[in-house]
């Protein structure tokens, strides 16, 4: 039967008895009866052992440092284990001192004794540990790696990965049912001779014995929790990394990973094995898994090295020449930079600073290398992600002309500054890309006909904002006139109509804004598509729990003066936004040119138009030929009307949009200063509807009479809301006027709406704005700008 798992204990988590109680505690309620346990030197033994070979090769007294490591080991033994299971392994450290005590005095340790003398850490902790835990009552053996990995000897041991597959899948048929503890960091050459496996080799070992042993998973267990996507000694706001991919967590380890390890990784790669980094010391908190072959990115890490050995050559070759030398040699450039004039730019480690000469120096014929010039002045700020293309404008925004441009692999971006603006590039770096983003919830009011366009529009905008503005944008509230669905999750915007049909509930104004309260969300931004008079008396309450609100509804714009005013102080007070172009023109960007026109230092003196695209209809179509009351009848038919056409015919909804604009321009009104000539008379407005349709056609004699008489003076009829700021004042009305037929109001397309700007820079020649005035569509764009407007005010605070 296939075993599980592997775990693997570094040094510190087998620091003194304490910690090692807590390993053999983990292996009992974490691990199985046939699990494999990798183990490197406990404490500081490896360290002393190099100590006792630099004192040895100098003729120093080593003997007292050798006692102070026996003692060490055999305190250990003390505490942990009793008399028998003590007793057999103080015999055994006594005959390893004595081993050591004979390396030591050799007059000059070959390499392959100096290995030896460096061994006794892992085989110390092995046997240390399995003896715990048969003394916690499981069967358990100590196995020296010597005996299973076989290597040809190099600069780095190269595994003979067959022959000690072989010798592992021997040991694990021998060892049935028994936890087995392994050396790590030692392996043996095919003579038996001690080899090491070099810096984080115990890592290395238990990847590549999990790979050998067809084990499913590698726990490393740590001083730390996991991966972070920053490091938590620098970043106080560094979060853990649930999981990762191999490929990131690879050049993450290559880019200079304290946790990962660029060697360790590698046996992982094309198995099934996945590797989990751990907390000895919080087993129970969240970890890191590493997944073999996953296709999803994680969130993005940020890493850094103080300090790199960077290589500026001339070369007559191409640059990818020059690479394919370094990766035919097994050695991987941090990053590298093509510049004019055949010059290029590769980054190391220091530590491979040695190795990286000599890859040069030894193609320097093939590559016609010439000027070879290295820096260390210079340390490094990296992105790790498989999406790392996404943050490239993020993190380019933040260097200056120190820094070198971005390097983009595909899983990171690099860059090189300063050694003295590492620190402070890394956290500009993780707060801008990598830390927790902002998240913006939105509340849509109204789910009518242009909700329902507003959330189609959304589900396809949403992708491109939140790339854009490196935000989440949820929605998190539906809310009709008489159900409400509130959720701290984001609502699915496939399914929103299912979801708020099973789960909306009655609501009212104190509930809905205490469940708001409750949400986990930097900013809420209200949408009201509502035409609701009370909705907008709640807006002062919106403001004063901060949520932000975008407006098709035109009532509170164009309410009382003072209510008005008490909005904008607010918004002043607190820093809010509230955005309604979607009130007046649908799409058209009428508020954002007024808007434009003020702050370019231009004065408006005059804005006029049509504002109802059912007025416009009418008037298009009135040619003197049909009664005016059977176009108001055939467009009521059409929908164009609202259910009753006295709500158009009124001139109360351009009034009120006239209103906004005035006010958006700085003329502080009232409703009632603006003159309304109603098509409507005085004795059919308060009818019941019914009876209005019945007398409609009491407006045809007024109507065709002014017809006529604008023909006459080769005019037509228009329903125009105009805004002049004269000498004598403000002049602002409502009603029809007669017109040139070449005027910007006589030839519009029916439906349409119409703006005219006069200013100080168009005086002669007046601007123009033109376009659909209404419909679901372009007033759900009209929504989604200003809200995308919003989101983008609240990232540049």
């Known amino acids: 039967m296939t075993r599980c798992h592997l775990h693997k204990f570094g040094g510190s988590s087998l620091a003194d008895a304490d910690c090692y109680r807590r390993v053999a505690h983990i292996l009992l309620t974490h691990g199985h009866s046939d699990d494999l346990i990798v183990v490197s030197a406990a404490g500081k033994s490896t360290n002393f052992l190099y100590k006792l070979l630099e004192l040895s090769d100098g003729k120093q007294l080593w003997q007292e440092e050798l006692q102070v490591l026996i003692s060490y080991q055999q305190n250990l033994i003390e505490q942990l284990l009793s008399n028998e299971q003590a007793r057999s392994l103080r015999e055994r450290l006594s005959t390893d001192k004595s ?20 061994s006794f850490g892992e085989r110390w902790s092995s046997r240390l540990l399995a003896a715990l835990l048969r003394e916690s009552g499981v069967a358990a053996a100590d196995i020296d790696a010597r005996t299973l990995l076989v290597a040809d000897e190099g600069a780095v041991p190269q595994i003979r990965l067959q022959e000690s597959k072989d010798k592992v899948q021997q040991m694990l048929a021998a060892h049935p049912n028994e936890r087995l503890v392994i050396t790590g960091f030692i392996c043996a050459n095919e003579q038996g001779d001690t080899l090491l496996l070099g810096r984080n080799g115990s890592d290395f070992s238990a990847t590549l014995l999990a790979s050998l042993a067809n084990i499913e998973r590698v726990t490393i267990w740590t001083d730390v929790e996991g991966v972070f996507n920053a490091d938590p000694n620098r970043i106080n706001d560094a979060k853990l990394l649930k999981s990762m991919s191999l490929t990131e967590a690879n050049r993450l380890a290559h880019l200079g990973s304290p946790v990962l390890h660029n060697r360790t990784l590698q046996p992982l790669f094309d198995t099934e094995v996945s590797l989990a980094v751990r907390s000895s010391y919080a087993p129970h908190t969240d970890f890191t898994l590493i997944a073999p072959k996953s296709s999803s990115a994680s969130a993005p890490v940020v890493t850094s090295l103080p300090s790199v050995s960077l290589f500026n050559v001339t070369l007559k070759a191409e640059l990818p020449q020059l690479l394919s030398c370094f990766a035919e040699a097994g050695l991987t450039p941090l990053a590298y930079w093509s510049l004019a004039h ?21 193609n320097n014929d093939y590559l016609h290398i010439e000027g070879l010039q290295i820096r260390d002045d210079l340390g490094l700020v990296a992105l790790v992600s498989a999406d790392a293309g996404l943050y490239r404008r993020g993190f380019a925004r933040l260097l200056n002309r120190d820094a070198h441009p971005l390097c983009n692999d595909g899983l990171s971006l690099v860059t090189l500054v300063p050694k003295g603006q590492v620190n402070l590039l890394t956290q500009k770096v993780h707060r801008r890309c990598a830390g927790p983003r902002k998240r913006i919830g939105v509340l849509l009011l109204g789910i009518g006909n242009i909700g329902e366009a507003w959330i189609d529009l959304f589900k396809r905008a949403r992708p491109v904002l939140n790339k854009e503005l490196e935000v989440s944008v949820e929605l998190i509230g539906l809310v009709s006139s008489k159900k409400a669905l509130i959720s ?55 403001f004063a729990r901060g949520i932000h609100v975008v407006s098709a509804n035109k009532l509170a714009g164009s309410g009382p003066l003072t209510f008005y005013r008490e909005l904008k102080q607010q918004l002043g007070n607190r820093r809010l936004f509230w955005r309604y172009n979607a009130s007046c023109g649908a799409g058209l960007p009428v508020q954002h040119v007024l808007n434009d026109l003020h702050n370019s230092g231009d004065n408006i003196e005059a804005v006029g138009g049509i504002f109802s695209g059912t007025l416009c209809w009418l008037f298009e179509h009135f040619d003197g030929k049909k009664p005016f009351s059977e176009l108001v009848l055939e467009a009521k038919g059409l929908g164009i009307t609202e259910p009753d056409p006295r709500d158009d015919l009124s001139g109360r909804d351009m009034q009120r949009k006239l209103l906004i604009l005035a006010r958006e ?42 017809y006529q008489a604008a023909a006459e003076q080769g005019k037509v009829l228009r329903y125009v809301a105009s805004l002049d700021w004269l000498e004598g004042g403000l002049k602002a009305e409502v009603g029809i006027q007669w017109v040139d037929r070449t005027h910007p109001y006589a030839n519009l397309t029916p439906g349409d709406n119409v703006f005219v700007i006069r200013s100080a820079f168009y ?13 679901r569509e372009v007033t759900a764009a009209a929504v989604q700008s200003d809200l995308a407007q919003i989101c983008r005010d609240l990232l540049q605070e």
């Open 665 to 706: 321009i700085g003329h502080d009104i009232e409703l009632d200063e603006i003159v309304l000539n109603s098509l409507v008379p005085e004795h059919l407005v308060d009818i019941p509807l019914p009876q209005f349709i019945e007398r409609l056609s009491e407006l045809d004699v007024e109507m065709q009479l002014q």
């Open 99 to 118: 081993q050591l005590t004979s390396l030591l005095s050799l007059e000059k340790l070959n390499d392959y004794q100096s290995n030896q003398v460096v």
């Open 763 to 775: 005086q002669d020649n007046p601007l123009i704005i033109r376009g659909p005035g209404a419909g």
């Open 488 to 542: 701290d999750d984001d609502i699915a915007l496939d399914t929103w109509q299912d979801q708020f049909e099973q789960t909306a509930t009655d609501w009212e104004y104190a509930s809905l804004f205490d469940q708001l309260q409750q949400l986990d969300c930097d900013e809420i931004i209200a949408l009201d598509i509502s035409a609701s008079a009370d909705l907008t008396l709640q807006y002062p309450e919106f």
């Open 342 to 362: 055949g010059r290029a730019e590769l980054a190391f480690t220091h530590e491979n600073q040695k190795q990286a000469l000599a890859i040069f120096e030894a």
